[in-house]
């Protein structure tokens, strides 16, 4: 038996909700056991990060956005020429048994992913794709990410966004390793996350979030041009036009966000984060702003009435 490769002893691992170490995912086409669950070596999402995913959020025994999620994903799904695709009905079984059988109505996140496929050989070729997609439902019991009261600390990467020359990002694809370089970046920081700018120079989004900013009483967001057209992005502005609250979509500069009067970000994770700092200034008055607040309210509002009813 060899030996591990590795000179110190690998720490224990913690679970940021322990109600997680039990629970049931879904993988290919049955529920697993956490410490059963997992995908063929061959499969697409090991060979190449070729597989597309959405995250969604359970309030109160509804998912929100449902629909639009799964619009997203058989786009992503059918950009990438993926075969034998399941059907959406099949996907919103699969959601609901595996939160039924994990007992979650409220306070959970799905990470929803659909792979290529397993292949009968290792390789880059979707011709290799001989199975069908794989669909993974993981449910976890999970708070918003951030402290949406105390706000959040970002840095600049020098890591661009990817462009639509090089690689779409309204793909929603699991080849993440351009904002993870970036994400890493805001680690060694000591920040929560890092701001990605385009390849002119703007601000598109962060590693992990779209960004939104205030001057005055006015709300700014980049175009989704090298960004993803996040889902909570979308609510938002919608949001502000219901409200009668203008919001401007256009090229934002970096200097823009440092002179910002308030700062947020959006997505399904974290919702909508104030950003308190950028690149070691202070946004604003260093405080969570009123329209950031209104938002906030308006947006949990929101949540609290809409969404799919769960069947059980």
Known sequence: MPSTPTDHEIPAAVLPD????????????????????????????????????????IYDGRIFQLDAHLDRMMAS?????????????YIKSAIFQTLE???????????????????????MSPENNQYGCTLIVLAEWKLPVYDNEAGIKLITSAQRRNAPQFLDSKIHHNNLLNNILAKIQANLAGV???????????VSETNATNVFIVRGETVLT???????????RKVVIELCRENGI??????????????????????TMGELSPVLEIDGREIGDGKVGNMTRRLQSIYSEKTANEGKALPF
């Open 18 to 57: 322990p109600r997680n170490h039990d629970i049931q995912i879904w993988v290919g086409d049955r529920l697993w056991p956490r410490n059963e669950a997992r995908v063929s070596v061959f499969d697409s999402v090991v060979q190449g990060g070729d597989a597309v995913w959405e995250g969604l959020r």
């Open 192 to 202: 929560d996350d890092a701001l990605m700018l385009d390849d002119h120079g703007f």
């Open 246 to 267: 203008e919001i401007i979509e256009r090229n934002v500069s970096l200097t823009e966000f440092h002179t910002a009067d308030e700062c947020f970000t959006t997505g």
């Open 101 to 123: 059988a994990n007992g979650m109505r409220d306070e959970s996140h799905i990470r929803l992913t659909l792979t290529r496929g397993k292949k009968v050989t290792s390789g």
């Open 77 to 89: 799904a059918k950009a990438l020429a993926f075969a034998n695709v399941p059907t959406r009905d």
């Open 222 to 232: 980049p175009h989704a041009d090298a960004c993803l057209p996040g889902i909570t």
